[in-house]
């Protein structure tokens, strides 16, 4: 038996930040959204509805551990402690297993917000690849859903069919998205249907000679030819945004904005906490509701 | 809102559509719950803590089947669903 260490290729990179020009010792509201997805789970804090800081990092095997251990990242940052914080969401998969959330909202709505947090009033179309799923997301210019479309039958178009292409390349995740530019020609899709076909299509591909990279090619082509199907039934609407793991790999996104004929939206910031910043707005706008800035306790 | 239910396969789309817009004030009491001889529809709080008619989730994977007897081949002129929902917030997509 080998003692060598397997290489994870699928693992990206987890993140934490917090925003150190901020006091949040002098804000009088706190508000914490969690997004626990079935590959990836988010820590959102935000003060006085604008966004403080979090930890993005990968969902373990316990909802309720991978939640605690999301938040506790930002909290070990700041130097805040959870009852400095006003208001918990949870939101995603696992939502209704975060055990200090005050409540639970579906991803699709806080998507939405913070899609339209971080990509502006104007956003009005947004494609959400989850680990998981896939959504397309019509909202208006207060990021209220309007008109929402799931796919939530197999992996192909998910960001799990991105970590097994990764895998089975033997490539870093992260460097799928620019090698699947580096081919003479653009290949034909693979197989879109199911991710467990396209996987043995694939290794078929590389066995009758092609590199690795055109095969990385066809794979995101077949994940953008995926998800624009889903899109296209509720139709695109500019601004288009997309939130979630797959927007950072190039690849599939340049490929879906030649496919629908329009631009995204860009965001410098982390397109994965979309759904976390999302809940953590709305624990804002309901302490707003409830009055309180004027009883937070001294 | 417009929620779909449903999914997309190689057989086709398949889904219901439901403009919660119109749930929220029914002047029919939500006789879809009842119309539905499958009992496919449940009323839900949405988001926005909003009372509106959601597709179980039972049924969300598996329409095309479920629906069947409902259709022309089943015997029925029309959707039971979409006949009892007078403001016409039901619709499917095949």
């Keep these: 038996m080998s003692s060598g260490e397997k290489k994870e290729y699928w693992r990206w990179k987890e993140s934490c930040w917090v925003d150190e020009t901020k006091d949040w010792r002098a804000a009088k509201i706190i508000t914490a959204g969690i997004d626990v997805g079935s590959v990836s789970s988010q820590a959102v804090v935000c003060v006085d509805g604008e966004l403080y800081g979090f930890n993005s990092m990968r969902t373990g095997n316990n909802s309720p551990d991978s939640a605690t251990n999301a938040l506790a990242g930002v909290l070990e940052v700041s130097g805040m402690k959870l009852e400095d914080i006003t208001y918990v969401i949870g939101t995603g998969y696992g939502r209704v297993n975060v055990p200090f959330a005050h409540k639970a909202i579906t991803e699709i709505a806080c998507h939405a917000r913070g899609a339209n947090y971080m990509g502006g009033n104007t956003v009005r179309t947004i494609l959400d690849m989850g680990g998981q799923d896939c959504k397309a997301i019509h909202c208006d210019e207060k990021g209220k859903v309007t008109n929402f479309l799931m796919n939530d039958k197999c992996a192909a178009g998910t960001g799990r069919g991105m970590e097994v292409i990764a895998d089975l390349m033997q490539i870093p995740i992260a460097e799928l998205g620019p090698r699947s530019f580096d081919v003479d020609e653009e290949p034909e899709a693979v197989s879109s249907t199911c991710v467990v076909f396209a996987k043995s299509e694939a290794l078929g591909l590389l066995k009758s000679g092609y590199s690795k990279n055109k095969v990385i090619a066809a794979y995101c082509q077949a994940m953008a030819e995926r998800v624009v199907s889903l899109i296209e039934r509720i139709g695109v609407e500019n601004d288009f945004f997309i939130t979630g793991g797959i927007a950072k790999n190039v690849g599939v996104v340049k490929r879906i904005e030649k496919l629908l004929g329009t631009k995204a939206v860009d965001t410098k910031l982390d397109s994965q906490i979309a759904g976390a910043l999302g809940a953590a707005l709305f624990g804002h706008t309901l302490m707003l509701k409830q009055g309180a800035s004027a009883t937070k306790a001294a | ?94």
């Design chain 2, 1 to 94: 809102m417009i929620a779909n239910y449903g999914y997309k396969d190689g057989s086709g789309e398949f889904y219901i559509s439901i403009d919660t817009d119109k749930c929220t004030s029914c002047p029919v009491e939500h006789a879809c719950l009842t119309g539905c001889p499958k009992g496919m529809f449940e009323m839900i709080t949405d988001d926005y803590d909003d009372e509106v008619i959601a597709v179980k989730q039972a049924f969300r994977r598996s329409l095309a089947f479920d629906c069947s007897d409902c259709k022309p081949a089943g015997g029925y002129t029309s959707l039971p669903c979409t006949t009892a929902c007078t403001p016409g917030a039901i619709k499917h997509s095949w």
